[in-house]
């Protein structure tokens, strides 16, 4: 007797290989547009040069952030935290407006993932043949088209990785270090490390990191009302499907799968709304394609909101709904944060001045008896020019700086120099006296800076 074969139970579905159809259509226009835009600017921004600089540069080892014309040090964190949430309200507000748009057309998993099928698709085809392809044993045929798409693929992330480092190192260095075979260990390092991500991400994981590993499709739905746009199908219209176009009670649907077969990460739209959508709009393209040519309207599968579907609301009804309260609420959050960040980098002075007195000599007597302490400044020129700042002590009558009193700075630079300061014998109480230090531009009236520092008088 036979014994029973045990079960085998899996913990997971194995992956099934997914070979998106290429679609023309306004989506898929927009889509390219996009495309271009975001790596025009993404390999176009390190090569821009302002003051004799490159434009956009975080220097890590110095210590600044270059932004165009804003110079942005450590003591400068507060707007980069102010920018992190401008973008996450900034998100907040376009997934409640229009879904998962962002991911759709202008997420760079999805823009390098649209220039890696492209490259796929002229080495091996359009879907058929790459279907084909991979049925097929190993020849030499084969070989060189995998082995050129692969090559295709390594060079982009090569040069992706080469440009996402070079906002951290002056690219222009960067590439004499690669041409002169000098490259550091940490530069070489993250070119690899950013090349191979972009290549793995782009080239192999696809819609796997949509489907598992990016957040946001786990919390997109708290997000999602029922006056979200989303792409959706319009069940009513189309069912029930039939492949006999004019059939007696069949709706619009034929079943001819293209929606599915567009479809980058594999669903079936006409299941309702899934969180492996990410709103690409290529089954939109696709379904009013094959609506065109059965002379029906378009629109069975479209942007539109739930409500829309269910009550049959009219463009200017839905237009109408945008302005709701979720979506005033965020909007108002992000102007005001905007308004402040801008506000507050327009006003920001950028001399900052940081006094230490010397804690080694609580104040001593000089000659005639005046009384003298000892300070450290740490100036700071956030400016793209040096400086030539006059300095000044208020708080005290007499007091008066001993040394040199003016002080010159590099542009976008740091400087630490020694003071001494002096009163006269009687001035100031026995202890501690507020003093005030103030640096002032001799090119600009307008460009001081003030801090607080205290005199010690000994008892």
Not at 126 to 134: G, N, P, V
Not at 253 to 261: H, K, W
Not at 265 to 282: H, P
Request: net charge positive; proline share 4%.
């Amino acid at each position: 007797m036979n014994a029973p074969k045990e079960a085998v139970i899996r913990m997971y579905a194995a992956r099934e290989e997914i070979y998106p159809r290429e679609i023309k259509g306004w989506y898929a226009s927009l889509r390219w547009a996009c495309v271009w835009l975001t790596q025009l600017l993404f390999y176009g921004l390190p090569w821009i040069e302002l003051h004799g600089r490159q434009a956009v540069l975080f220097d890590l080892a110095s210590r600044k952030f270059y932004l165009f014309g804003l110079v942005l040090w450590p003591q400068d964190f507060i707007y980069l935290a102010a920018l992190l949430i401008l973008c996450a309200y900034g998100l907040f507000l376009v997934t409640a407006v229009a879904g998962r748009v962002w991911c759709g057309f202008a997420c760079p998993q999805t823009v390098y993932t649209e220039i890696f099928l492209w490259i796929e698709r002229k080495f091996e085809g359009a879907r058929s043949a790459r279907i084909r392809l991979d049925r097929q044993p190993w020849t030499v045929e084969k070989i060189a088209r995998k082995g050129g798409k692969h090559a295709a693929w390594g060079l982009v992330a090569l040069w992706t990785g080469f440009t996402f480092v070079g906002y951290f190192t002056p690219v222009r260095s960067l590439g004499g270090g690669i041409a002169s075979f000098g490259l550091g260990p940490w530069e070489t390092f993250w070119v690899l490390f950013y090349a191979l991500a972009t290549y793995g991400n782009a080239g192999w994981l696809r819609e796997q990191v949509c489907k598992y590993m990016c957040p946001y499709a786990r919390f997109q739905s708290a997000m999602f009302d029922k006056d979200t746009l989303i792409v959706t199908y319009d069940t009513k219209r189309g069912e029930p499907r039939s492949p006999r176009m004019g059939s007696s009670g069949a709706g619009d649907c034929i079943d001819c799968s293209m929606c599915v077969q567009v479809c980058p990460t594999g669903i079936d739209i006409r299941k309702g709304l899934q969180y492996e959508c990410i709103g690409c709009a290529a089954c939109v393209d696709a379904c009013n394609s094959v609506m065109d040519k059965i002379n029906r309207p378009r629109g069975l599968i479209r942007y539109a909101t739930e409500n829309a579907i269910t009550d049959k609301l009219l463009p200017a009804q839905v237009r109408q709904r945008v302005l709701r309260p979720r979506v005033m609420i965020y909007t108002t959050v992000l102007a005001i944060l905007g308004i402040a960040m801008v506000a507050s980098l327009a006003l920001r002075n950028p001399l900052k001045l940081d006094v230490i007195r010397d804690r080694g000599s609580m104040g001593r007597e000089v000659e005639d008896g005046m009384i003298e302490n000892v300070y450290r400044l740490q100036l700071m020129n956030t400016t793209e020019e040096p400086q030539r700042l006059r300095i000044t002590v208020d708080g005290i009558a007499s007091s008066r700086v001993v040394d040199e009193d003016v002080v010159e700075i590099a542009a976008a630079s740091t400087r630490a120099f020694p003071v001494r300061v002096r009163i006269a014998a009687g001035d100031g109480k026995p202890g501690s006296n507020r003093i005030a230090f103030t640096l002032a531009s001799e090119q600009s009236v307008a460009l001081q800076v003030t801090e607080e520092a205290a005199f010690i008088v000994p008892k």
